[in-house]
Nanobody, 126 residues
Framework: QVRLVESGGGLVQAGGSLRLSCAAS????????MAWLRQAPGKEREFVAT????????YYADSVKGRFTISRDNANNTVFLQMNSLNPEDTAVYYC???????????????????RGQGTQVTVSS
């Protein structure tokens, strides 16, 4: 069983930056595709970004492309999400997620991940 714990959320003004971290335990971290998902109040869970086991081939939702960067540190079982140029539409609970699949088509579907953390709140004020 993989356990994921997110940190780094908070309140930031529009145009600001935040860096989210996710610490993983209980599994072989380097075997998993990792992702960040988010869910705003009253909205469906949304795919944000994903990265495969090697750290290559990061893929982003169009809404965050060019502003967010996903990365991973397999030696320390951690995945990161650097978020720049934040805007109020980015306000949501952000979840770290893990799965054994490796194809992009599956990775972009937010409900496909069997392992997900408790989430960290990101609030962007205008």
């Amino acid at each position: 069983q993989v356990r994921l714990v997110e940190s780094g959320g908070g309140l930031v003004q529009a145009g600001g930056s935040l860096r989210l971290s996710c610490a993983a335990s209980g599994g072989t971290f380097s075997h998993y595709t990792m992702a960040w998902l988010r869910q705003a109040p009253g909205k469906e869970r949304e795919f944000v970004a994903t990265i495969i086991w090697s750290g290559g081939s990061p893929y982003y939702a169009d809404s965050v492309k060019g502003r967010f960067t996903i990365s991973r540190d397999n030696a320390n079982n951690t995945v990161f999400l650097q978020m720049n140029s934040l805007n109020p539409e980015d306000t949501a609970v952000y979840y770290c997620a893990a799965a054994a699949f490796r194809d992009q088509a599956t990775a972009v579907r937010p409900y496909n991940y069997p392992f997900r953390g408790q989430g960290t709140q990101v609030t962007v004020s205008s």
